[in-house]
């Protein structure tokens, strides 16, 4: 098959209507298998989902600079957690570590590529590389480097993260050094034009990756107009319009301390720390000026989708994905469960089924995305094309089995790996780090990952029945296929 066919109807019939090119008569039956091997009750579809500098900083020195009184610092306990809430309103978190050696540092930005205005896509994740050039960003990198450390950042549709990790003795010029590059990066024309090619090549390489590459499709045709709907990276003849005016304005509107959190884990003084950020802050100028965020709404495409593309790949790829609520939602940890059930580890059902006993895939997986906004449950894998039509109508047949309560033992396993898993991400400085900043900026509380854990483990089998009743109907599914070309 060449080219790509975009096919839209009604699943639950097996009749679809070709909007481009011609699809073969052997994937149209594989598609209408899945579908009709679902005879579950129909479900019911989520309604919609909502959409989605300063200047002049003075130079100082790296000492830390003394911490003023909690009722400065705005200072609170939350569990095991300080909270603090400092100048300009940025929100810091942290948990000492005494003896580890090491500090993790997270500064999270309450605005991704949802946030990145009409005509243009990529606009977060450009400033995001820009944070990392001119004089201030390369003194961070350099300063994490010489500390023996590392650093990075990333994109994703509702943040933006800059996060290192530091021997303790160079935490506090390298947490100084983030602070500048965030808030004083430089935008050089010619800084610009070359971060932009970076981009524009990091986009082309994901065709590379068949699973990342039908994973944007899945949400291009799950979410449609909606922001979710867009590429992270960007789109590259909209990146090419991109220059530092525009950069320089989405810097202006979103990277404000107000809407940030700065979280800190590791073997440091939470206190003092707290105390020299805020000094820090106080000493840069600030313009008077609100984050203002976006009005309105997107709503997620009306009906569901199938999309079937033709690319230079020895299997055939599939990702099925149902829309579904966002993290806060109280479905969110029923959810997870339910996806885990599914594909997580080899005595996951997809698995052990489909590919351990069928041997009918070399891969199979389920996850949900969740993100604030809303977010997609997805069942993806990877077969020989010729098994196409069996591999939708084994998935067919599992996913209607899901309306039958998970037996308690089957419960116990997956529900002992998703607590183990939060185990492990604890157990790291940067993992401990990670988690209570995002609880602190999803949530407004640094414990949610508690508890969104304490109430995924009290869920039974039949509260799982019901959610997949209410969400997984076989007619909310958006299906992307990648098959072979020719």
């Known amino acids: 098959m060449s080219g790509r066919v975009l096919l839209t109807g009604c699943c639950s019939c097996g009749i679809f209507a070709p909007v481009e090119g011609s699809c073969k008569k052997a994937l149209w039956i594989a598609i209408a298998a899945f579908a009709c091997s679902c005879s579950a009750p129909a479900a019911h579809r989520p309604a919609g989902i909502s959409p989605a500098g300063a200047d002049g900083a003075a130079e100082g020195t790296h000492s830390m600079q003394r911490a003023g009184s909690e009722e400065d610092l705005n200072a609170e306990t939350i569990g095991s957690t300080r909270r603090f809430r400092l100048h300009q309103g940025l929100v810091m978190v942290g948990k000492p570590r005494p003896g580890s050696g090491l500090v993790a540092a997270q500064l999270w930005l309450d605005a991704g590529s949802a946030s990145d205005p009409p005509g243009k896509a990529g606009l977060a994740h450009l400033l995001e590389h820009m944070v990392f050039k001119g004089r201030n960003g390369e003194r961070f990198s350099r300063l994490v480097e010489e500390a023996g450390g590392d650093s990075n950042a ?139 965020r976006a009005s309105g709404t997107a709503e997620v495409a009306a009906k569901a989708r199938v999309r079937v593309v033709g690319a230079d790949v020895a299997q055939a790829y599939f990702m099925l994905g149902w829309p579904v609520p966002g993290i806060l939602h109280p479905d969110a940890p029923a959810l997870e469960l339910l996806a885990s059930v599914l594909g997580a580890g080899e005595s996951a059902r997809l698995v052990e089924q489909l590919r351990n006993r069928a041997g009918l895939v070399s891969d199979v997986y389920s996850y949900l995305h969740a993100g604030l906004r809303g977010g997609l449950f997805v069942v993806g894998g990877s077969c020989r094309p010729s098994m196409l039509h069996r591999v939708f109508h084994a998935l067919g047949g599992q996913l209607a089995q899901l309306w039958v309560p998970v037996p308690e033992d089957e419960l116990a396993r997956t529900k002992a790996v998703l607590e183990a898993d939060e185990l492990y991400m604890l157990e790291s400085v940067e993992g401990e780090a990670r988690t209570i900043a995002a609880g602190q900026v999803l949530a407004g509380d640094p414990r949610h990952a508690d508890e969104h854990l304490r109430r995924l483990l009290a869920l039974d089998g039949d509260a799982l029945a019901a959610v997949a009743e209410k969400y997984l109907a076989p007619d909310g599914a958006s299906l992307v296929v990648m098959v072979p070309r020719g």
């Open 154 to 292: 990333w994109t994703s549709y509702d943040e933006t993260v800059f996060y290192m990790q530091v021997p303790k003795a160079g935490f506090i010029p390298a947490l100084d050094a983030l602070l500048e590059a965030v808030f004083h990066p430089g935008f050089d024309p010619k800084d610009v034009g070359r971060e932009k090619q970076v981009v524009i090549e990091e986009i082309n390489t994901v065709r590379d990756s068949p699973e990342r590459w039908l994973g944007d499709l899945l949400f291009a045709e799950a979410f449609g107009e909606h922001p979710y709907g867009r590429n992270i990276l960007g789109d590259p003849e909209q990146l090419s319009s991109i220059g530092p005016a525009a950069i320089s304005g989405f810097h202006a509107r979103w990277y404000r301390p107000s809407n940030m959190v700065l979280s800190v884990v590791g073997d440091a003084d939470i206190e003092a720390v707290a105390g020299h950020v805020d000094n820090r802050l106080r000493r840069m100028k600030w313009p008077k000026r609100d984050v203002n």
